[in-house]
């Protein structure tokens, strides 16, 4: 992941999943798509990286659309009243998005 516009707010970085990944077989065969847990395994990592939190809780995620191995999406998590925020995007399209909880 390459960081990107971050601030104490805001944490953007972009992300993708190569076709060789190994959760891919089975997801679903001759139409790979990439796990929503992979997408939140991203989040997970992100939220280390900006923040030095573990993922302690996801309270609320839903994925709109799929993702395929190989392309480029954007990771953004952004903090408002204590809550932090998370979507991927791509190409101005919201794939998934939600709210989680950190911990040190």
Wanted: aromatic share 4%.
């Amino acid at each position: 992941m390459d960081q990107r516009n971050t601030s104490d707010a805001r944490y953007r970085t972009a992300l993708c999943v190569p076709p060789e990944h190994p959760c891919l077989p089975g997801h679903f065969p001759g139409h790979p798509l990439v796990p929503g847990v992979v997408l939140l395994e991203h989040v997970a990592h992100a939220l280390r990286d900006w923040r030095n939190q573990r993922l302690a809780r996801v309270l609320e995620v839903k994925f709109l659309a799929p993702l395929q191995p190989g392309e480029r999406a954007e990771l953004e998590l952004d903090e408002a009243a204590g809550r932090i925020r998370f979507a991927i995007e791509r190409e101005q399209r919201v794939l998934a998005r939600g709210v989680i909880e950190g911990a040190p």
